[in-house]
């Protein structure tokens, strides 16, 4: 009985072990994928994408991955159920539907949902400094932010600031 439990436990233990293992690759494939399909790169992969992408590389946002904006960011959970529903729709626009594709993309009205949550999100500080009672979204005021075709930096955001350092004692 006690060499049939050793073996018993020495099973257990691989499988544990092994179990662990694909868990971790398990979650490193999914973290490293969520990164992933959340860059910039990823999503002007698209043809269509690529005036989108180049409009947002220039803008005050460049810094932020496309989902911060374009999917929930309250839980990971409803990030993923909506970034694989959005996922489907784009995967049948670019292949099947692709001849419905129209000239001008325009968000879904979940989307738009999503895009006025995490505008409010990010820019919640100064809402309080300026009234917004016209509109019922951000998007309303604010639609070519960040897509538009023009710049929205002013020239001042590409020079180099100037600090100048005054030694202690002197004026």
Known sequence: MGERLRRLDKKLLLFTLIGVFVGIVLFAGTAGTMKATDSGEFCSSCHIMGTVYETFANSNHAALSCNDCH?????????????????????????????????????????????????????????????????????????????????????????????????????
């Open 71 to 171: 999917a929930p960011t309250d839980s990971t959970v409803s990030k993923i159920a909506f970034k694989a529903k959005a996922g489907m729709g784009h995967m049948y626009m670019n292949t099947i539907g692709a001849s419905k594709i129209p000239d001008v993309l325009h968000a879904t009205a979940d989307s738009k949902d999503v895009i006025n949550q995490n505008c409010i999100s990010c820019h919640e500080p100064s809402l309080q400094n300026v009234q917004h009672d016209v509109k019922d979204s951000c998007v309303d005021c604010h639609r070519q932010v960040p897509h538009s075709k023009g710049d929205f930096r002013p020239a001042e955001w590409f020079e180099p600031k100037e600090f100048f350092f005054v030694e202690p004692g002197r004026k």
